[in-house]
């Protein structure tokens, strides 16, 4: 098993510019999570899924938009990068637990940095 | 809302010492507690998860935390710690009550640097 994929692993965009971060998982997890990861500030939850055909924001979704076609893939889109974009960007996925928590599992990130 | 403090920007050990890290979170009742370790240029993999019971629990590769009530803290300690060790941990939790989505809040992080 794979785990937990994340493509690109690198990326330089200039502002304004769009462009589209995927997250595969093989482990038939229902529950995705889109984070960033800036220095001093951990990681703050961007979207999430808890199934296919659903998403929902988390802490910090201004600016970007997701989406969840098939059950092991989430998307991340940027519409109109800003540098204020620039970051780690981590995808995790678990399965479902009623009133509970099951491990996540993390992708290895994708390191986007916006001029 | 739950939030998570990790007061320890960045700890340096020697090679052989003991380690505690200090992880003090805010919530209304008892949250799950995790910690997570971030070798340089990886993603995060669990260390060890607090649900219930037992507030000393064990994790992978010699770690442990106690979960404190009173003190609302849980930190993590291990007894030697080895060069291997080095890496950025972080602290989260998450509400037990309703429905959660396994929804997590992150600590900081505290950057762990080991010296021979």
Known sequence: ?115 | AQSVTQPDIHITVSEGASLELRCNYSYGATPYLFWYVQSPGQGLQLLLKYFSGDTLVQGIKGFEAEFKRSQSSFNLRKPSVHWSDAAEYFCAVGPSGGTSYGKLTFGQGTILTVHP
């Open chain 1, 1 to 115: 098993n794979a785990g937990v994929t994340q493509t690109p692993k690198f990326r330089v965009l200039k502002t304004g510019q769009s462009m589209t971060l995927l997250c595969a998982q093989d482990m038939n997890h229902e529950y995705m999570y889109w984070y960033r990861q800036d220095p001093g500030m951990g990681l703050r939850l961007i979207h999430y899924s808890v199934g296919e055909g659903t998403t929902a924001k988390g802490e910090v979704p201004d600016g970007y938009n997701v989406s969840r076609l098939k059950k092991q893939n989430f998307l991340l889109g940027l519409e109109s990068a800003a540098p204020s974009q620039t970051s780690v960007y981590f995808c995790a996925s678990s399965f479902s637990m009623v009133g509970g928590y099951n491990e996540q599992f993390f992708g290895p990130g994708t390191r986007l940095t916006v001029l």
